[in-house]
Every structure is written in C-alpha cells, then in structure tokens.
C-alpha cells in the first residue's frame, strides 16, 4: 500500500509542475494588474482594474466593451491563486512522500543485525520474508492424478500441457510467485487441485488459476462448468479468488489475455 500511495504521489507531483509550468508561461501573456467585481443593485457587476502606483492602489473602471480585458484580468487572478495552491500542494507532497519512506515500519526489521532478526517476531514482515513464507505454506503438486505427458517449465517443474507451461513461464518471468497445483478445500470438505496459486506480492493476496484447455470437448466444457461452480459455491468468485483462462481447438491460447490478467491482478508495484 505504501509504495502505490508513493508511486501515487510522484505521478501527481510531475502533473501538478507540468500544470504549473503552463499556469507561468500563460501568466507571461496576460495582463498586469489586479481586478475588482463589485455586484450592483444584485442586478448587475461592474469591473474595475487595480493597479498599484507607490503606495497608492489605483482604480479604473471598466466599461462592458473592455470584455476582453476584464475576461484576461479575471483569468489572470485565477491562475494567480491556482499557482499558489499548487506550489503549497507540491511541497505538501513532496514532505509527505520523504515522511512515509523515512518512517517505513518494513525497515525497522530489516536494519536489525542478523542476529537480533533470528529472535524477533515482525509485526511489519518485509516482502522477500513474506514470499518465503507463502511458499512455505502453500505446497504445490498436490493433484495425485498421473500425468499422460509433461513439459518442463522455465522453474524447472513439469505440468500437464504445454499451454501450462507457457502460463507458468510468464509467471516466473515477471517475478510472480507461483505454485503448481496447489490444494483447495471446498465447503463441502472435498479439495480440488487449481493449475496455479498465484501471489500478488504488492497485496499480499493469494489468487488460483485454472486454465480450462479443452473447451471444445463437451464432455470437458461440462466438466469445466461444474468445477467452476463448485468453486461458486465455496465462495471463491471469479476475480476475488479465481482466475480463469480458457482455449479449445478454435479458441487459442491468447498472450494478450494473459498479460491483461497478470497486469490487472497480479502486477508487481515497482
């Protein structure tokens, strides 16, 4: 969370000085001087120019046919004050985004020496910790079902189809940790085996993926169908805890699809 409000805050301090850079140069073209409004009657406004000669403030009114000049006055106030907001914004977020890396609570376990880390329990577990932990935890190869062909993986594993294969590559190549048919246990007390665990490491949050390769077999789509809602029926909803891809004899397995869902549920904050 830390790093997407820093990554936040940067991406808006280049918008705030690329606005302010605009607000100068548009400053540099507009009139000098002030601009008062004064409502009269509350029917109608009057406009008058300020401008300040020593130490008097002088004031000329504007008549209706200086429409031009008083739109170029008002507008000039209002970027006047804009700028000022702006600079006040920037260095707010400037401030606040050097407090969160100079109080980041991961940091305080991590600048321990190695021997203070072996005995303290981290409240705040930094994420190399937290992947090793994950793995720990979550055992892949769980599905006892024998495999009629293999491909080894770029991680050196072997799965079930080379559709598989080509899902776990993209995982370990973008640095994503995953396991192989890992075991899930439903409401019902039975386990299904999911082709993939993933980990979203910037949440912290654990995703299963099942590739449905076959989904031009009517045997295999009904199949497919009812595994699905097994996990429905578990409470491990699409997008929440599930993720799905699908191919078929005429439904090719799609890099795209692929990038799409590694981007939008699984990316890795930089």
Same mark, same amino acid.
């Given at each position: ?29 507009? $009139? ?10 509350? *029917?109608? =406004?009057?406009?008058?120019?300020? +401008?300040? @000669? &020593? ?49 980041? $609570? ?10 203070? *880390?072996? =005995?303290?329990?981290?409240?705040? +577990?930094? @994420? &190399? ?63 299904? =085996? ?7 490491? &910037? ?68």
């Amino acid at each position: 969370m830390q790093k997407k409000i820093i990554e936040w805050l940067s991406e808006e301090s280049k918008r705030i000085e690329k606005v302010q850079h605009a607000v100068e140069k548009d400053l540099r073209h507009l $009139p000098k001087g002030g601009i008062e409004v004064n409502k009269v009657r509350n *029917k109608y =406004y009057q406009y008058y120019l300020v +401008v300040k @000669e &020593s130490e008097k403030t002088k004031r000329i009114y504007l008549s209706k046919k200086k429409h031009t000049v008083i739109a170029d006055l008002i507008q000039r106030a209002y970027e006047e004050r804009l700028l000022r907001v702006l600079n006040r914004r920037n260095k707010a977020m400037v401030k606040l985004k050097k407090e969160l890396i100079d109080t980041d $609570p991961y940091s305080v376990f991590q600048n321990e020496t190695e021997g203070r *880390k072996a =005995y303290i329990r981290p409240m705040f +577990v930094p @994420e &190399s910790q937290y992947i090793e932990n994950w793995y720990k935890e979550m055992s892949g190869n769980q599905n006892t079902f024998p495999m009629e062909y293999t491909y080894a993986t770029l991680k050196g594993e072997k799965v079930r189809s080379k559709s598989e294969k080509m899902i776990a590559d993209n995982y370990y190549l973008k640095g994503i940790p995953y396991v192989y048919e890992p075991s899930l246990k439903l409401k019902d007390g039975r386990n299904l =085996y999911p082709d993939f665990a993933v980990l979203n490491v &910037s949440d912290r949050k654990t995703y299963y993926h099942e590739h449905f390769g076959m989904m031009d077999d009517p045997a295999y789509r009904a199949a497919a169908v009812e595994k699905m809602r097994d996990y429905n029926k578990s409470g491990f909803w699409l997008g929440e805890v599930m993720l799905y891809t699908f191919e078929g004899r005429d439904i090719p397995f799609e890099q795209e699809e692929m990038d799409r869902i590694i981007e939008h549920f699984l990316a890795k904050e930089t």
